[in-house]
């Protein structure tokens, strides 16, 4: 089945007009096969101005969220402007959220459908494109995003920020944050000795918490962990952690270069030994699984988060030999627990292969499969490569997801 090639998204988002609403443009550059109808995704209170290829498309209505388009074979451009509401807390798209000291912030849940409601895209895990990203913001308000920071050019009364545009990522792990202060930041190293920039955010009075619950090591340890046992680098330039209010349903996102969390996961007084370092390790993960590779179709999504918990945790094993994850007691108390059940199979094979052979192979998958899509298949000839064992029919028979829970 032919699909749409994305070439790449410039994405410029207004957060100047008031507490309501916001404005962005997308230009979006696309490559059609004959045959092919592409309809883009945008939830917007209200269409400004859309154009495809020069010609505006009249009385652009999106349609349930999709917006038809009449492409043409071969390179097409996509120019969308519109505004868009924000989210209510525990929604997805644009949040803005005031803290208990009265300070606003902004706040970007692009998963689970939210990239639509913040910029129109090709919303599919599978369709990847460099992003570069423009943010105009209240002058007062430090903007973050996926990748570092380009430019910040002021105003009287707003700011202008660019970034850098990112490596190939989905809409769905587009990440941004505006108006938190800078807490602590970290001089991280890869595993080569090269330096990672790790800087933590908040608002006040949770960015004051941060020094004494956050520490270098939290961030140092899985992140070595992982290049040493994968043998596949950290694939972005610096990395984030904003601690957000009302942040949820979930507990954390982690998406390439940001992690976004709620900011109570910095109270340590009401959780169990572990709980934040797993936090952590769990959403660095994910800059490999779900950043550098996606598991293709749908219905093999799960093994995203299989495979991060089961590479988080033999992390939290490696650098906290007295707390044993796998065991039922001490899982029940981490944050990732939910996923456990499908991390089990990655567990069982290490008895079959040694866990090298299991890492060595996830590795092999990240290297000849950076920034695409990868299927249950890859994964086998991954293991193949790395253990000698023919482990298709394993694959086939083992890795399936875990029931859910009865009520
Ligand atoms: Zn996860």
Request: aromatic share 8%; glycine share 8%; charged share 15%.
């Amino acid at each position: 089945m032919p699909t749409l090639q994305i070439a790449s998204y410039d994405v410029a988002i207004d957060l100047t007009g008031g507490p309501g609403t916001f404005w962005s443009r997308t230009e979006v550059h696309f490559a059609c096969e004959p045959g092919m109808s592409a309809a883009a995704d945008v939830l917007a209170r209200n269409i400004g101005h859309a154009a495809l290829n020069g010609a505006d498309l009249q009385g652009a209505a999106a349609t349930d969220g999709g917006l038809q388009l009449d492409t043409v074979v071969g390179d097409n451009t996509l120019i969308v402007e519109a505004e868009f509401a924000y989210a209510r807390p525990g929604g997805v798209g644009l949040i803005r959220e005031t803290g208990s000291e009265g300070c606003a912030c902004v706040y970007s849940k692009a998963n689970r459908g939210g990239a639509p409601r913040i910029f129109c895209c090709f919303d599919q895990p599978d369709l990847r494109a460099p992003f570069t990203l423009s943010v105009r913001a209240p002058i007062e308000w430090p903007c973050l995003a996926n990748a570092p920071v380009a430019a910040r050019n002021c105003g009287k009364t707003t700011a202008l920020w660019t970034f850098a545009t990112t490596r190939p990522i989905a809409p769905y792990v587009f990440s941004m944050c505006a108006g938190l202060s800078a807490g602590p930041r970290y001089a991280c190293r890869h595993r080569d000795g090269s330096p990672l920039a790790v800087t933590a955010h908040a608002l006040p009075p949770a960015v004051g918490l941060l020094d004494a619950a956050l520490s270098a090591e939290l961030f140092q340890q899985p992140l070595q962990y992982y290049e040493h046992t994968l043998g596949a680098r950290y694939p972005d330039d610096k990395y984030d952690v904003a601690f957000l209010p009302q942040y949820g349903p979930g507990l954390a996102f982690g998406a390439p270069g940001l992690l976004t969390t709620r900011d109570e996961v910095v109270n340590l007084t009401d959780k169990p030994e572990a709980y934040l370092a797993i936090v952590i390790a769990h959403e660095l993960a994910h800059a490999w699984f779900g950043g550098l590779i996606e598991f293709q179709p749908p219905e093999n999504e799960w093994l995203q988060e299989a495979i991060t918990t089961y590479v988080s945790r033999s992390a939290l094993e490696a650098h906290h030999p007295h707390i044993n994850p796998w065991s039922a007691q001490a899982s029940q108390t981490l944050p990732d627990h939910a996923y456990a059940k499908n991390a089990a199979p990655l567990k069982r094979l290490e008895t079959l292969i040694g866990r090298q052979a299991v890492m060595h192979g996830i590795g092999e998958l990240l290297r000849h499969h950076a920034n695409r899509a990868v299927t249950k298949d890859d994964l086998a000839h991954s293991w193949f490569l790395a253990s000698g064992q023919d482990l298709r029919e394993w694959t086939t028979n083992q890795l399936i997801p875990a029931p859910p829970d009865e009520a």
